[in-house]
DNA sequence: TTGTAGGCGTTATCAC
DNA sequence: GTGATAACGCCTACAA
């Protein structure tokens, strides 16, 4: 690995000239410049991050927290964060807190890392006191939390309602709510936006169908099979049941098959997210939709923002309801 | 954010004492180590890992190359190295090239940041130049390329002979392959072992039932919908196909289902990968299972022992054939 | 057993 | 427009 100072050397100019033409901090007269860039190129020569990190203060490191990278969900977000980052000149550590199995090492190792800055993709009350010192550290977080600064979130609320709406127009009254998660947790609000909702079209909060997730709480394909065990279990005074995410239903729709309960003539079922997969089922899952990838560029964007001094807008996507062969009147 | 300086104050010790302690490189006597680790404790230090890879030249970061984060199989094998990584005190960023459409500088880029380490789950020939100088640049890699240093990889070889064996048994003489991909790649070696299996079999390799991938060549569950549409409007005499991955393989049975094609009794379909999705289509996916976790996992501590100067062990784990409810006789 | 000092590769502030 | 020089925070001989 050649340094700048052999770089300086072969190009014929001094240490501070080669960071100028790199940096573009100051006028170097063309000439000097194409004579630095050829001796770059020759020398392999690559600018070493840690060494400018102690200088400046500034990594050029992003983080993505997000709760389980196997969501598709999470993967997309991922997938476009990383993209913008890269070409802004970041890159991006994703981490995946096993939600509520979450350790406070992890965000501090991000404040030893002088990332630049964090976005919260996922948000659970635990990890708070961690996020505050990591905004103390100087690190810019972007979550749903006004506490932390800048907010990036999607409000389900009008996309749940509709569902919920379009459920109760095709007879349904008996709405199941697998929740994967614990619904005391505070910022939880699917399910608070489902109860608000139900009451909305004037529809019953029947606690017998809503399904509580097992620690650790992950809402996958196993625990939307299992929840939907349970219900059934339970009862089968249901038509139609709403699951906190895809692959909460897509598990669902498995156990539902088994019962050899039809989709959607027996059962209407809805997911939440739109992954790719929900398309391919069959039937087609009906799921609500949310801009993953644009959440993503949006989280880089405004954190370029932030870090470069300017101006950026707190902003609250929002979710649609996407209908889809998976529901179906009630069964008469 | 306090520097080692002020715990070094607030200890009454020296920095470098402070250095032994957090480092163990040195014995200090129980009572001054506890006085350090209260001082660290009170003044919130964290050490600053660009400092220290300044200083030592590394940096505790290791990245993971793969080409399509929303395939499962890709999200499992991060999720895993991340874990391992983490609990030996290595972050991991996750580069995500768009096969094909890979760029140099992701590359150069890590080289620039200092990372220990570098697993290729993934591997397209255009890369080469680019890993060539990582390695050059002292990151130790691993891949399935010898050429590269240490090697980890997985033949899917046996599993595939076994997946052809099993069809051929049911009947089968006519399987298509979804390639995903180009055939032309010389690494692409699923394709070849399919063509070694038919070969086995004593089945022909019949040239209008491979499909080929389209640029840009991302193997999701578009490419195997459309491929699956290439091959129906090209002809329909074949009863069976194998997709290059789980994706496809997916995307391939709702064209089949779109086609009033039923699966497994007209078409039986056989996936690759075993993501968790496999297993809740319905019907369910035969597809070929590979230890995408446990590659995450030796990845990361194959790595960890080149890095400590230990040896580690070349490994190509092998792939098993799993069968499942998509695949049925031939139809008489 | 503990402290001192030089250096890691860049940036940034100054004179030149 | 260009070139020295002092940080940046930590590690690590080496000295005490």
């Not at 948000?123 to 972007?142: F, L, N, Q, T």
């Not at 379009?166 to 399910?191: N, P």
Request: hydrophobic share 40%; proline share 3%; with cysteine.
């Amino acid at each position: 690995m050649s340094k700048r100072k052999e770089v300086a050397l072969a190009a014929g100019v001094s240490e501070a000239t080669v960071s100028h033409v790199i940096n573009g901090t100051k006028y170097v007269s063309p000439e000097l410049t194409m004579r630095v860039r050829k001796a770059i190129e020759e020398k392999g020569y690559r600018l070493n991050q840690a060494a400018r990190c102690l200088a400046t203060n500034r990594s050029g490191h992003l983080a993505l927290i997000v709760n389980n990278l196997k969501n598709p969900r999470y993967a997309e977000v991922a997938e476009a964060m990383q993209e913008e980052a890269r070409a802004k000149g970041y890159i991006v550590s994703t981490i995946d807190i096993n939600l509520f199995n979450f350790t406070e090492d992890a965000v501090f190792d991000l404040i030893s890392r002088n990332v630049d800055g964090l976005f919260l993709a996922t948000y659970i009350d635990s990890m708070e006191p961690a996020i505050k010192r990591a905004c103390e550290g100087g690190i810019k977080v972007i979550s749903g939390n006004p506490e932390f600064g800048h907010i990036l979130d999607v409000s389900y609320r009008k996309a749940i309602v509709d569902m919920v709406k379009c459920l109760a127009e095709l007879g349904h009254e008996r709405i199941a709510f697998l929740s994967g998660y614990s619904t005391k947790e505070s910022k939880h609000t699917k399910y608070g936006d489902f109860c608000e909702a139900l009451r909305v079209q004037g529809l019953p909060l029947i606690r017998e169908l809503i399904v509580e997730g097992e620690p650790p709480y992950i809402a996958d394909l196993d625990a939307g099979y299992h929840s939907m065990k349970e219900l059934l279990g339970r009862t089968r005074d249901f038509t139609a049941v709403f699951a906190v995410n895809d692959l909460v239903a897509i598990g669902a729709m498995k156990a539902l098959r088994e019962q050899g309960l039809r989709i959607p003539e027996d059962i209407s079922v809805v997911g939440c997210d739109d992954i790719q997969f929900a398309s391919y089922m069959e039937p087609a899952l009906a799921t609500i939709r949310i801009p993953k990838g644009e959440m993503g560029m949006l989280a880089t964007d405004m954190l370029y923002d932030i870090l470069n001094g300017n101006t950026c807008e707190d902003t609250v996507l929002t979710a649609a309801f996407q209908t889809g062969a998976s529901i179906a009147k009630h069964p008469a």
